[in-house]
C-alpha cells in the first residue's frame, strides 16, 4: 500500500507539450507549426536564467558594468551544456552505445541526461574565454556565479522529477517517490507499491540551502579570489557524495564506486586546494573585478559599490574610490582590507 504523504511523479504527459496545439487549443488556430516543449529543458532554462540574474547582481555590486553577465554566459553556458552532456553520455556507454542502437540519441538532450560536473568543466571553459574578452578576473566572476551554481542545478534536478530519472533506492520513508513501471532503473521483483528515495528532492534542498550558506558567507567574510567557488565545490561535492551513492540509475564503476562518487570527491578536494591555494597568493582585498587597464568607470548614480582605480592585480593593498560618494583612497582602506 502507498503511503498517503508519498510523492507522486507527474504523469508522462506533463514531461512534454505541443505548443502549438496548446495555442490552437486557445483559439489560434491560424496557427500550424508544432513545437514540442520539453519540461526537462524548461527547468535547465529558468535555473540559467535565474543563475544569470543572481550572477549578474553580484558582479553588478562588486564594480562591474551590469549585464557583462550575459556576455560572459554567451561562451559559459554552450560549453557548459556540451560539456554536460558528453560527460553523461561517456558514463552511460551502454545507453547509447549498442548493437542497433540509434546514435543521433545522444544529442537530444532534451530527453534526460545532463551532467554537472561535466558542465563544471565545459562551463568553466567559457567562463575562461568569456573573461578574457570582458576584461573581467576569473575569480570574481566566478565567486558571484557560485551560490548561482547551486540555485541553477536545484532546477534543473526538478527537471529530474518530471522525467522520473535518477530516483534513489526503495525506501519505506513516508516521503517516498512513486515511479510509474515500466521503468529500466527499477529492479526486477519488486512490487507495484514500492516507493523509492527521492533523490531529485534531496539534492534540491540540499542545493537550496548552499545559496543561503555561500551567500551569508560572502555578506559576512567578504569571500574573494575564488574561495567561494571552493567553498561551493565542497559544499555540493560533499552532498552529491552522498546522493549519487543511493541512486538506482546504471553508471559506470571505478574500483566498485560510482564515477560520480569519485567525481565528487575530487570536486571537494578540488575546492579545497583552491581555498589554500588562494589564501596564500592573495593577503588582502581584490583590486576589482576587471584585469589591469580594463576597468570600467561606472556613470553617476549607477548602483555599484566601487570603482577600482589602482590595478594592483595580487590583492595586497589596493585602494578603493566609492562610486557614490567620492570618498577618497584613505577614507576607503579598511574597505581593501576586509
Known amino acids: 500500500m502507498i503511503h498517503p504523504l508519498s510523492i507522486p511523479s507527474p504523469s508522462p504527459e506533463w514531461q512534454a507539450f505541443n505548443l502549438g496545439q496548446w495555442l490552437r487549443d486557445l483559439g489560434l488556430t491560424w496557427i500550424t507549426v508544432d513545437v514540442t516543449i520539453y519540461a526537462y529543458a524548461l527547468c535547465i532554462l529558468l535555473g540559467i536564467v535565474a543563475a544569470t540574474m543572481l550572477t549578474n547582481r553580484r558582479l553588478t555590486r562588486r564594480g562591474a558594468e551590469p549585464w557583462i553577465t550575459l556576455d560572459i554566459a554567451l561562451f559559459a553556458v554552450p560549453l557548459g551544456i556540451i560539456g554536460g552532456r558528453v560527460y553523461h553520455v561517456l558514463t552511460h556507454p551502454d545507453d547509447y552505445f549498442f548493437e542497433g542502437a540509434d546514435l543521433w540519441a545522444t544529442l537530444r538532450i532534451w530527453e534526460g541526461g545532463m551532467a554537472i560536473f561535466g558542465a563544471l568543466i565545459g562551463g568553466a571553459i567559457g567562463v575562461w574565454l568569456g573573461c578574457r574578452m570582458t576584461g573581467i578576473r576569473f575569480w570574481s566572476f566566478a565567486d558571484a556565479l557560485a551560490p548561482g551554481l547551486l540555485l541553477a542545478q536545484a532546477f534543473g534536478r526538478l527537471g529530474n522529477w518530471f522525467n522520473q530519472e535518477l530516483f534513489g533506492l526503495p525506501t519505506d520513508l513516508p516521503w517516498g517517490l ?62 552529491r557524495s ?97
Do not use: M
Open 178 to 239: 512513486e515511479i510509474d513501471r515500466p521503468n529500466d532503473a527499477i529492479p526486477v521483483g519488486l512490487p507495484e507499491s514500492t516507493l523509492f528515495h527521492p533523490t531529485f528532492l534531496y539534492e534540491i534542498v540540499w542545493n537550496l540551502a548552499g545559496v543561503a550558506v555561500l551567500l551569508l558567507l560572502d555578506a559576512r567574510l567578504r569571500v574573494q579570489w575564488g574561495k567561494l567557488l571552493g567553498a561551493y565545490l565542497i559544499w555540493y561535492g560533499l552532498g
Open 242 to 338: 552522498v546522493f549519487e551513492s543511493i541512486r538506482l540509475d546504471p553508471s559506470e564503476l571505478f574500483l566498485g564506486i560510482r564515477v560520480n562518487v569519485w567525481a565528487a570527491w575530487c570536486a571537494v578536494l578540488v575546492g579545497i586546494v583552491i581555498i589554500l591555494v588562494q589564501r596564500a597568493r592573495h593577503t588582502g582585498a581584490e583590486p576589482g573585478p576587471y584585469v589591469p587597464g580594463r576597468e570600467w568607470r561606472p556613470e553617476a548614480g549607477v548602483d555599484s559599490e566601487a570603482v577600482y582605480t589602482e590595478t594592483d592585480d595580487d590583492g595586497k593593498g589596493a585602494d578603493l574610490v566609492s562610486a557614490t560618494t567620492g570618498s577618497s583612497p584613505a577614507t576607503s582602506e579598511s574597505a581593501a582590507r576586509s
